[in-house]
């Protein structure tokens, strides 16, 4: 099993592109996270998925979209990347949320924005 | 507001030694507290958790207490190994099936030979 996998790795855009990063899970886990982690700022929630066709906010969703068309994967948008945006981008997934349920991630891509 | 603190951006400890990472948090409504390891370029892996109605959870040489009075929790590790520097971050969550995982800054553990 890969686990937890993200595409691209790395990454750099210049102000006002878009892209998408893609992350794919094959443990047919339910749920799906994207995360950024900044320095000094720890793990913080960008969006997240509940089931295939679903996506909520979490705690910093502004200038992101999310796409969950399919069970296994979870796709993070940017429409008109910033330079707030460099940052380093986690997807993550579990087979239930809350409780002690242990969230999975990808190795992470790394984003900067010119 | 942050929910979840880790006052300590780092802490060095020699080999062989103890290792307490500390940390607080506020919401009263946390269930479960989860501690995860990162190396750098990866991913973080989870290590350890804790449900509210316990107070220690042992696991080889990681141990998490939770004081849910002082609405706080520490991370042992004994004996501490080289192999042991990474960023730890502590998290919390509820315990209903929406409740995202709330993740603390981290503490950067460097434990030198």
């Known amino acids: 099993n890969a686990g937890v996998t993200q595409t691209p790795k790395f990454r750099v855009l210049k102000t006002g592109q878009s892209m998408t990063l893609l992350c794919a899970q094959d443990?047919?886990?339910?749920?799906m996270y994207w995360y950024r982690q900044d320095p000094g700022m720890g793990l913080r929630l960008i969006h997240y998925?509940?089931?295939?066709?679903?996506?909520a906010k979490g705690e910093v969703p502004d200038g992101y979209n999310v796409s969950r068309l399919k069970k296994q994967n979870f796709l993070l948008g940017l429409e008109s990347a910033a330079p707030s945006q460099t940052s380093v981008y986690f997807c993550?997934?579990?087979?239930?949320?809350?409780?002690?349920?242990?969230?999975?991630f990808g190795p992470g891509t790394r984003l900067t924005v010119l | 507001d942050q929910q979840v603190k880790q006052n300590s951006p780092s802490l060095s400890v020699q080999e062989g030694r103890i290792s307490i990472l500390n940390c607080d948090y506020t919401?009263?409504?946390?269930?479960?507290f989860l501690w995860y390891k990162k190396y750098p370029a990866e991913g973080p892996t989870f290590l350890i958790s804790?449900?509210?109605?316990?107070d220690k959870n042992e696991d080889g040489r990681f141990t998490v207490f939770l004081n849910k009075s002082a609405k706080h929790l520490s991370l042992h590790i004994v004996p501490s190994q080289p192999g042991d520097s990474a960023v730890y971050f502590c998290?919390?969550?509820?315990?209903?099936?929406?409740?995202?995982?709330?993740f603390g800054k981290g503490t950067r553990l460097s434990v030198i030979a």
């Open positions: 998925s509940v089931g295939e066709g679903t996506t």
């Open positions: 804790i449900s509210s109605i316990k």
């Open positions: 443990m047919n886990h339910e749920y």
């Open positions: 993550a997934s579990s087979p239930i949320a809350g409780g002690s349920s242990e969230q999975f």
């Open positions: 919401n009263s409504m946390f269930d479960y």
């Open positions: 998290a919390a969550t509820g315990n209903s099936g929406n409740t995202p995982l709330v």
